[in-house]
């Protein structure tokens, strides 16, 4: 078995010759083995980002937002079977569409993000109920439950269930059902008017010279891609997924089971050899996140990084090295 110190050392190699820019996190089932931190949390400033430094997670904010419609499920406010009419009574097809396809991307709703103006698009300022209305009479690609297809079409309108049958904002459901029990103290809805310590700004390179990331106005992303977090968070987010905190253990296979094409409810199911993995990516204007779970083994790799860079082949190889 590979010493602790030797897998520090390892993954720092890994890291630096990766040039990785962000936070860094592996664990198994003993704790955290490895937590670091490179790059810039701010290049004008020369702020370092830290382990509490505060990323954007783009779209591993879908995984709390399929848990938090699992919870309301589990407390009989619904049903994955319920049709989308129940909730929105004149959307196109809200007769055939299911909450289950809504969570699983097998809903055919047209994807908003592949507008041919989304960059001047994500400046503007909107509510949820705007948002879909933007794309609610688009046609839809297949029959719903047909096939897979991502669309961040759908978490919105999960977000918006949420509101309508909690009586909450998605920001303050999320707060008192997810992060407050957890003591995810770091971890929220971004919004780039508040003042949000420890908060990274995003880049990107353009002919190797470093840029400011567009902007996008984060009233767009909701239950999609809205959040911000911290490694250390999100350690404490894998961690409870093994216990009944937030679900049950019924409930909670629901939440891990693959559909179609292995999707689950925001995760992505696979096997690395006979080991079963879930992990999903996120990308944002100029932030990329990662996790991904080996549950029988309890081991877990969190990346986050505020460069716009690559990341899920560094989580891929620091896995294969915890698990030889």
């Given at each position: 078995m590979i010493s602790t110190n030797n897998i520090k050392d390892q993954i720092s190699t890994v890291l630096e010759q990766a040039n990785f820019k962000g936070s860094f996190l592996a664990a198994n089932r003993e704790g955290i083995i490895y937590a670091g931190s490179y790059g810039l949390a701010n290049a004008e400033l020369n702020v370092r980002n830290t382990t509490s430094t505060k990323f954007r997670i783009g779209s591993l904010t879908k995984q709390f937002t399929a848990l938090s419609i699992?919870?309301?499920?589990?407390?009989?406010?619904?049903?994955?079977?319920?049709?989308?009419?129940?909730?929105?009574p004149d959307y196109p097809r809200g007769k055939e569409i299911t909450i289950h396809q809504l969570l699983s991307h097998s809903s055919g709703i047209y994807n908003f993000s592949n507008r041919s103006d989304i960059m001047e698009w994500y400046k503007s300022s909107m509510t949820i109920k705007e948002t879909i209305d933007s794309f609610q009479h688009q046609p839809t690609s297949f029959n719903p439950g047909e096939k897979y297809e991502y669309s961040n079409s759908n978490y919105v309108l999960l977000t918006y269930i949420i509101e309508q049958v909690s009586g909450l904002s998605y920001e303050v459901y999320l707060k008192n059902n997810i992060f407050n029990v957890l003591g995810m103290n770091d971890t929220g809805y971004d919004n780039?008017?508040?003042?949000?310590?420890?908060?990274?700004?995003?880049?990107?390179?353009?002919?190797?010279?470093?840029?400011?990331?567009?902007?996008?106005?984060?009233?767009i992303p909701q239950g999609a891609g809205g959040l911000y977090s911290t490694i250390?968070?999100?350690?404490?987010?894998?961690?409870?997924?093994?216990?009944?905190n937030l679900l049950g253990e019924k409930i909670r296979a629901d939440f891990f089971t693959p559909n179609i094409e292995n999707y689950a409810y925001g995760w992505m199911v696979q096997y690395f050899g006979n080991m079963k993995v879930l992990f999903h990516t996120g990308g944002i204007h100029g932030f990329s996140s990662f996790i991904c779970r080996f549950p029988e083994e309890q081991v877990c790799v969190i990346a986050l990084n505020n460069?716009?860079?690559?990341?899920?082949?560094?989580?891929?190889?620091?896995?294969?090295?915890?698990?030889?």
């Open positions: 699992l919870q309301l499920v589990e407390n009989n406010h619904l049903t994955v079977n319920d049709t989308l009419d129940r909730f929105i780039e008017s508040e003042i949000i310590i420890n908060r990274a700004t995003g880049y990107y390179y353009k002919d190797e010279i470093l840029n400011n990331a567009p902007y996008i106005n984060m009233s250390e968070d999100l350690y404490k987010w894998d961690r409870a997924l093994y216990g009944d460069y716009s860079q690559d990341i899920s082949g560094i989580a891929v190889q620091v896995s294969q090295m915890i698990l030889r």
